[in-house]
């Protein structure tokens, strides 16, 4: 789907001057700002932008839908000849379902868990009296095949829960294909996938889109992501377009500075550095919860102010391998070694030395904070448990963290509720750095934040290590992340450690198998990128 | 949202956040948009409160001062009559109020103690320790309480101590179940896990980082249970286990008057004064209620949109 926008195609849906208000703080704001945008047959438009900039208030409003608590002050919405702006519930619901059909962001969350896949895919076909209910279950399963789902015959028959999250996804597509729309929304589609299921997925999605000439609007914040999907980019900031253009022309040539920003972020690279002080080593070390063994001989070592990147997908242990460093969870068998003497398998067991010397940084600093403490008090609390400051000295101490974090002393008030995902993470990691640790274990830190946000964190990271000469364990599933922070990188594949060594090593063949299938799933910002991967897989 | 700085900077991502209110200014605004029924209940729960404080100025007699009269009827002198061995009655309504409430808030606060501090644990060290309270509540919730409080009672004694331990040790274990129900989800959250890897004792743990966000669905219960253990009171009173003579309670009031609804036929304000003390009961209750009912809604987030 790179092909040039053709401008012979009937326009199929064309929004002029929206306007969408929302409710919050007990007044209206401004959500889209004026934003045009036109649609033809069998065209992807990718719509591209940070949290916040309203992609998916936008994508919902070309659906003539509005979510509660915004409105629509202005603008038309003109869907194949029909104002959907002006168009009551009842012809709006007429064509929801039908000519218009939405992929949500979480599949799980979309399904119904008491009812059979198949049942809920031919649900809008059957009920809206499109074609009989046999036709429109065999047309499932040739969408299903079609989707490249494992059985497609039988697949239908399963519940949500027994199928795995890509395949979800992939069924969900096919059950908003299955009355042919004329248009597809995907909202953020595999965001919440590992990368090597997305890539099934993307591929999936653009086969079938392409086979029924279905125009489609592919919202994302993964700029690599849309490069494959889309035929052209619209980019959004604060509610108003940024730049309109052509996927190629707007990889290759970006105008506006915002967009330049945006695609710059990718390029950040540390330096690797060997180390040879070890700090922290765990060495041949099982663990398990309960009967569930999900550690096998695993052995990592940490050098001092280094990075050490742990990547591998969800499920393969990388996680727990933090857990079992902090104390979390006991080891069943192996030891720990820290600073060249033994720690403590259990919590409960270290000195408050110790404790203060590892510190840990969460994935979603949102349940990461207590959300009845002020800023002044999630800092502060490590500073008197550890330190013993308190009063004046501990609040200077924490304005200090904070201008170390690039915020200031008007912070110190807030509560977590007041405050941006990338603030958010800020605080934990100033958290973290109050108790002066020698060690940081960073938990799929950036995951959860928009590109310009994460790569603020990654240079804020990066600073804070080489000014006190920190060491850093990343966890994280995003390579880009891994190139941009570590030193040395450890690969992991259910339970076991694949790899582990220095960027340049893991990062050049030759490779492992899984490492191999890891990297090259991975999306680039080349819109040939998935044809050629899917092509070379095949071959 | 005025500033929108072309480069990025961490300071700039949230522009103007409200305005940190007092606490003052936050109750103030919170008053403001309370409903009339929860108006109703602030304003008899408070009248209630005054009357219990003020009950020495305001009684007419003393507490337990005996009258020739017995039964006397409604008068200027005595203006709910007398009871059954000539004590005023408005004057033992107004010490009742101070009585039964203070009795009934006392053994309110020590269940919230017992059965917020162990759900706390429990949802906390999920162990052995968990096992063993919830099967403990277990069995004792098992047991009807009226029927068990009386056997208790009537085992050590009638005493206000006594009363307020066993009615308090009853009730806790509703408060165990809701307290570790709400807790085990916080106490999963990761600032927890952080607390407890940054070395923080229990105490901590339970205080300042789940204590806080647990309390609307506690100061909830609280007033609900209130409720409860008044009405345990006043029916354990009744049935003159209770509160003992001659301090004046309203369920001792109602058993000691009961007699007297059947003169209704001759005089009706005489049938009226066994009930004034279940009236006095049922409007608090209410009233209670009626301001959880706001706070419930106010907290749950299950407001109608505007």
Redesign the interface.
């Known amino acids: 789907m790179t092909n040039e926008p053709d401008a012979s195609n009937e326009i199929l849906l064309e929004m002029r001057g929206i306007r969408i208000d929302g409710y919050s703080?007990e007044q209206w704001?401004p959500i889209i700002k004026g934003v045009d945008l036109t649609l033809r047959r069998g065209e992807i438009m990718g719509l591209i932008g940070e949290s916040g900039a309203g992609k998916s208030t936008l994508g919902k409003a070309a659906m003539g839908y509005t979510q509660?608590?915004c409105k629509l002050t202005g603008g038309s919405i003109m869907f194949d000849g029909i104002d959907l702006a002006k168009a009551s519930d009842r012809e709006k619901r007429k064509l929801w379902g039908t000519r218009i059909a939405y992929v949500a962001q979480s599949a799980a969350a979309s399904f119904n868990p008491a009812h059979r896949l198949i049942d809920q895919t031919v649900e809008s076909s059957t009920r809206r009296g499109i074609r009989p209910d046999a036709e429109s279950r065999a047309d499932a399963v040739e969408l299903f095949r079609a989707l490249q789902l494992p059985d497609p015959e039988t697949i239908g028959s399963r519940y949500p829960h027994q199928v795995s999250g890509g395949q979800l996804q992939r069924v969900m597509t096919a059950m908003a294909m299955s009355p042919r729309p004329d248009l597809i929304i995907f909202d953020e589609p595999t965001t919440a996938l590992d990368v090597t299921t997305q890539v099934e997925v993307l591929a999936a999605m653009r086969n079938i889109v392409e086979e029924f000439n279905t125009a489609a609007i592919y919202i994302t914040h993964d700029l690599a992501v849309v490069a494959q999907m889309a035929d052209f980019i619209q980019v959004l900031r604060?509610g108003e377009e940024v730049e309109q253009a052509p996927t190629r022309q707007m990889l290759t040539k970006p105008e506006m500075?915002?967009t330049k920003?945006l695609w710059s972020v990718r390029a950040l690279e540390k330096p690797e550095v060997k180390g040879e002080d070890i700090v922290l080593s765990i060495d041949h070390v099982d663990a398990a919860y309960g009967p569930l063994k999900v550690l096998h001989d695993v052995s990592i070592s940490l050098p001092r102010g280094r990075t050490v990147a742990v990547v591998g997908e969800s499920g393969s242990g990388k996680s727990t391998t933090a857990r079992v460093m902090?104390?979390?969870l006991p080891p069943l068998t192996g030891t720990i070694m820290f600073n060249g003497e033994p720690l403590p398998p259990a919590?409960k067991d270290?000195s408050?030395d110790q404790?203060?010397r590892i510190?840990?940084i969460?994935q979603?600093a949102d349940?990461?904070?207590?959300?009845?403490?002020t800023v002044e008090t999630i800092i502060g609390?490590?500073l008197e448990?550890?330190l013993g400051l308190t009063g004046k000295a501990r609040e200077e101490r924490v304005i200090e963290l904070l201008k170390m974090?690039?915020?200031?002393g008007s912070?110190l008030?807030?509560l977590p509720s007041?405050?941006?995902g990338?603030?958010k993470q800020?605080i934990c990691i100033a958290?973290a750095l109050a108790?002066k640790p020698d060690i940081i274990i960073c938990d799929e830190v950036t995951s959860a934040l928009d590109q310009?946000?994460q790569?603020?964190i990654l240079k804020l990271l990066l600073r804070l290590q080489k000014e006190f000469n920190i060491t850093y364990l990343f966890i994280t599933h995003d390579i880009a992340t891994v190139k941009a922070i570590s030193d040395e990188i450890v690969v992991m594949f259910e339970g076991k450690v694949v790899e582990q060594g220095l960027k340049s090593e893991i990062l050049s063949p030759p490779f492992p198998e899984y490492t191999q299938l890891l990297l090259s799933s991975v999306p680039e910002m080349d819109p040939d990128w998935l044809t050629n991967l899917l092509a070379a897989r095949s071959a | 949202?005025s500033e929108?700085p072309?480069?990025?900077?961490?300071?700039a991502?949230?522009g103007a956040?409200?305005k940190?209110r007092t606490r003052l200014e936050r109750a103030g605004l919170l008053l403001k948009s309370a409903p009339p029924s929860a108006w109703f209940g602030m304003i008899v729960v408070t009248l209630y409160i005054l009357v219990a404080i003020f009950a020495d100025v305001l009684a007419p007699y003393g507490e337990a001062e005996i009258h020739p009269a017995a039964f006397a009827p409604w008068s200027d002198e005595f203006f709910f009559g007398t009871d059954q061995i000539g004590r005023d009655v408005l004057t033992r309504l107004i010490y009742g109020a101070r009585n039964t409430m203070g009795i009934a808030l006392a053994t309110t606060f020590l269940s919230f103690l017992i059965g917020g501090g162990l759900g706390l644990a429990a949802a906390i060290n999920r162990s052995w320790l968990d096992q063993a309270l919830s099967r403990f509540v277990d069995v004792l919730m098992a047991i009807p309480s009226l029927i068990f409080a009386l056997m208790l009672l009537s085992i050590f004694g009638s005493t206000i101590t006594s009363l307020i331990l066993i009615i308090a040790v009853l009730d806790s274990t509703r408060v165990f179940r809701l307290t570790r129900a709400v807790a085990v989800n916080v106490a999963v959250?990761?600032?927890v896990?952080?607390a407890?890897?940054?070395?923080?004792g229990l105490s901590w743990i339970m205080r300042?980082?789940i204590l806080?966000?647990i309390m609307p669905p506690l100061v909830a219960e609280f007033g609900l249970r209130f409720c409860f253990v008044f009405l345990t009171i006043a029916a354990l009173s009744f049935l003159g286990v209770g509160i003992q003579p001659p301090t004046a309670d309203w369920g001792s009031m109602v058993r000691a008057n009961a007699s007297l609804i059947q003169f209704a036929k001759y005089d009706m304000t005489a049938a009226i004064t066994p009930l004034l003390p279940a009236a006095a009961i049922a409007l608090l209750t209410v009233a209670v209620n009626f301001i959880v009912d706001w706070f419930l809604q106010k907290t749950s987030g299950l407001r109608d949109?505007k």
């Open positions: 703080d704001h509660p608590g604060y500075p915002y920003s902090t104390g979390l919590l270290r408050k404790l203060q510190q840990m969460y979603m349940t990461a904070m207590n959300p009845r403490q609390r490590p448990f550890y974090i690039e915020l200031d912070f008030d807030r007041e405050l941006s990338g603030q800020r958290r108790a310009i946000v790569e603020g | 949202m929108q072309e480069t990025y900077t961490a300071a991502e949230v956040v409200r940190r959250m990761d600032y896990e952080a407890k890897l940054r070395g923080e300042r980082e806080p966000n949109d």
